[in-house]
């Protein structure tokens, strides 16, 4: 039985990103700009590690079951890991969604802060279970330097 060749690993982490353009909120699949390196630290020597920059007051979520987050500005520019549960993310003046499921795949970036977003997204969870996130504030409010991929957000096959 043939089997798949082994994905190669990838050179930048892709994240789905939720930005502002024009004073408008939006959803952007972003490639960040610092490339994964071979961490020579012990316990994950060899492993590949990309840095996400200086953190802020990072915060632990636990998020009710069919929670609605209303409509909201991200409260600072931030990461988001979801570690459990599903948000649904979306844009009401575009008609852009996202549906992060924790795990895995579930690293967002929160972009759209008062000052460049008028109204910012709607957030959902519409899980039968609790959603359990991790709030990262990048030090100072700094956007990461990246590449936007496309608008909507990152594909599965685009992720890790």
Not at 111 to 134: C, F, L, N
Request: charged share 15%; aromatic share 6%; with cysteine.
């Amino acid at each position: 039985m043939a089997t798949s060749p082994p994905r190669s690993a990838p050179t930048r982490l892709n994240v789905t990103a939720i930005s502002a353009k024009n004073g408008t909120s939006t959803i952007e699949c972003w490639q960040l700009s610092n490339p994964f390196k071979a961490s020579a630290d012990a316990g994950v020597a060899g492993a590949s590690f990309a840095q996400l920059g200086k953190a802020g007051n990072t915060s632990y979520a636990l998020i009710p079951p069919k929670f609605d987050g209303g409509l909201h500005n991200a409260p600072t520019v931030q990461y988001v890991a979801f570690l459990s549960g599903e948000a649904v993310v979306s844009v009401p003046e575009s008609g852009q969604s996202a549906t992060i499921t924790g795990g895995r795949d579930g690293l967002i970036i929160a972009a759209d802060t008062a000052d460049v977003s008028a109204k910012g997204h709607d957030t959902k969870y519409p899980s039968e279970e609790q959603t359990v996130g991790i709030q990262i504030p990048t030090a100072n409010g700094k956007v990461p330097e990246h590449t936007v991929l496309y608008p909507g957000p990152c594909k599965r096959r685009d992720q890790i």
